[in-house]
């Protein structure tokens, strides 16, 4: 059965004003004895997983040397068998690494960078509180396609105040990078970040952002996979977003990770880590039984996502539930929600609209 792995490094130099994720300011620290810990704690058969994915995220994973990933990845492969040429990724902020650093990471068996790029204009990267330049930023590309088979990038649109003219500046630049994969945020306001406190939902405005975004993607050849990734081909796509979105079993490792585990018999359990970098040093993660009705509810919400059509009977082999045991799927506007001989496929119109289709059909 493929499990992947999430490994969260809560380090940052400085905090973004739109950031939400756990992060600990100007410290770093090995933390790989922790990470081995809960690793051991949850007492997995070993016979009955196989490692597919790995993906440092943070945090900010780039600041750790290349004997970090290393060591890790070396250590799971002792516990678990991991499948042949694995998806291992690294998120990185482009202002902590040079081409020379990126080349070692892939030495240390990384094979897949994703690069916070956020944006390629000088004034919006100081607004979003990012200290690279577009020329690094650049650079980092063009060593990426010359040395790994697929990269990543990161941007966002619909800041405050943006005019979609800005944005289609930026996002022509993008498209003419042919960058393998891309991930196209919508900026949201995240409570406890400075954004969300010098910003309402006013300054922001998103949907022609993202209707140009979709259809100029689209043109320029790329599959829109999910709400916002866009892949060139099949093997661009993310495989471990994919196995989130698809329901798959993920472990997530270290503060504030969180995971999913199909146990034998239809089960599933779900693993917390501690909210902070000092209690995650103290205790494991938490281990709790979770219900299928629960894991249904995640599986059709993360896999209508996608513009792939789920299926009854996969959601009955993983939780034992029908759709009927779980969706008003009368209550579906046609236009957004295809239903076709036991399955079902948001359009491009739901996914736009998923929380609004969601909110209708979901009986839980």
Same mark, same amino acid.
């Given at each position: ?7 969260h490094?809560p380090? %940052?130099r +400085?905090? %973004? ?9 100007g410290?770093i ?5 922790f990470?081995?810990?809960?690793l051991?704690?949850?007492n *997995?058969?070993?016979?009955r ?9 943070g945090?900010t994973?780039s600041?750790m040397?290349?004997?970090f990933f290393e060591?890790i990845?070396?250590?799971i +492969?002792?516990?678990?068998t991991?499948t ?7 998120e990185?902020n482009?202002?902590t690494?040079t081409?020379?650093d ?12 994703s690069?916070?790029?956020?944006s390629f204009?000088?004034? *919006?990267?100081k607004? #979003?509180? @990012?200290c690279?330049?577009?020329?690094h930023?650049?650079d980092?590309i063009e060593?990426?396609r010359?040395?790994?088979?697929t990269? +990543?990038?990161?941007?966002? =649109? ?5 005019t979609l ?14 960058i393998p994969?891309?991930?196209?945020y919508?900026?949201? #306001? ?7 406190q010098?910003?309402?939902e006013?300054? *922001?405005?998103?949907?022609?952002? =993202?209707?140009?975004t @979709?259809?100029q %993607?689209?043109s320029a050849?790329?599959?829109?996979y999910?709400?916002s ?7 661009d796509?993310s ?6 979105w698809k329901?798959d079993? =993920?472990?997530? $490792?270290?503060?504030?990770a969180?995971?999913r585990?199909?146990?034998e018999?239809q089960?599933?359990?779900?693993t917390v880590?501690?909210?902070n970098?000092n209690?995650s040093?103290?205790e494991?993660?938490e ?15 993360m ?7 789920l ?12 759709f ?9 506007n046609p236009?957004w929600?295809i ?5 079902i496929?948001?359009?491009t $119109? ?9 909110a209708?059909? *979901?009986?839980?």
């Amino acid at each position: 059965m493929p499990l992947s792995i999430y490994i969260h490094v809560p380090f %940052c130099r +400085s905090k %973004c004003p739109y950031c939400a994720f756990y992060k600990e300011i100007g410290q770093i620290e090995d933390l790989t004895p922790f990470y081995l810990r809960d690793l051991d704690q949850l007492n *997995l058969d070993k016979k009955r997983f196989e490692i597919t994915t790995i993906y440092f995220g943070g945090g900010t994973p780039s600041l750790m040397p290349p004997i970090f990933f290393e060591n890790i990845i070396n250590e799971i +492969s002792r516990r678990f068998t991991i499948t042949p040429n694995p998806e291992v990724t690294i998120e990185i902020n482009p202002n902590t690494i040079t081409t020379k650093d990126l080349l070692e990471f892939k030495t240390a068996g990384l094979t897949r960078p994703s690069f916070g790029v956020q944006s390629f204009d000088e004034d *919006l990267l100081k607004f #979003l509180g @990012r200290c690279h330049t577009k020329k690094h930023a650049l650079d980092l590309i063009e060593t990426s396609r010359k040395n790994f088979k697929t990269f +990543s990038c990161d941007f966002i =649109y619909g800041l405050p105040k943006m005019t979609l003219k800005k944005w289609q500046t930026d996002l022509d630049l993008i498209l003419k990078q042919n960058i393998p994969h891309l991930s196209l945020y919508s900026l949201s #306001l995240e409570s406890g970040t400075p954004f969300k406190q010098r910003f309402s939902e006013n300054d *922001l405005d998103n949907g022609e952002f =993202y209707e140009t975004t @979709r259809d100029q %993607c689209v043109s320029a050849g790329y599959d829109h996979y999910e709400i916002s990734n866009f892949a060139k081909k099949k093997s661009d796509i993310s495989k471990h977003n994919m196995a989130y979105w698809k329901g798959d079993s =993920y472990m997530g $490792l270290g503060p504030s990770a969180h995971g999913r585990i199909e146990t034998e018999n239809q089960n599933w359990i779900e693993t917390v880590g501690p909210s902070n970098l000092n209690s995650s040093k103290k205790e494991g993660c938490e281990i709790n039984t979770i219900s299928n009705q629960t894991r249904a509810e995640e599986i059709v919400m993360m896999w209508l996502r996608t513009n792939l059509p789920l299926n009854e009977s996969f959601l009955t082999e993983k939780t034992r539930l029908k759709f009927s045991d779980c969706l008003d799927l009368d209550s579906a506007n046609p236009t957004w929600l295809i239903q076709n001989n036991g399955s079902i496929q948001t359009t491009t $119109l739901g996914r736009q609209f998923l929380n609004t289709l969601l909110a209708k059909i *979901l009986k839980f």
